[in-house]
């Protein structure tokens, strides 16, 4: 069973920084492209940043210049480090993956959020 696991969220005072991971676990063959979501309330779930297999990356307009995303393959994990943070950064955060398991062709994974408050 394929499990990710988020960290790293809490609150910061406007112009902070935050790094946030989420770590694949179980039974992996492969991950394809890595990605962060936020979702903040009444509003839907928007993309933030992405980043394939390969190290490519793709920002919303509202994450650039500020947050970078990387990975660490050998560790399955992906990182979103947020600079310069913003009270509308408020939201919480999932991490999802695309993953190839011994059980399961490539399948589509989400983490359970992580909450990011920043105060002005």
């Known amino acids: 069973q394929v499990q990710l696991v988020e960290s790293g969220g809490g609150l910061v005072q406007a112009g902070g920084s935050l790094r946030l991971s989420c770590a694949a676990s179980g039974s992996i063959s492969s991950i394809n492209d890595m990605r962060w979501y936020r979702q903040a309330p009444g509003k839907q779930r928007e993309l933030v940043a992405a980043?394939?297999?390969?190290?490519?990356?793709n920002y919303a307009d509202s994450a650039k210049g500020r947050f970078t995303i990387s990975r660490d393959n050998a560790k399955n994990t992906v990182y979103l480090q947020m600079n310069s943070l913003q009270p509308e950064d408020t939201a919480v955060y999932y991490c999802n993956a695309f993953i190839t398991s011994t059980a399961r062709s490539m399948t589509s994974y989400w983490g359970q959020g992580t909450q990011v408050t920043v105060s002005s």
């Open positions: 980043i394939s297999s390969g190290g490519n990356t």
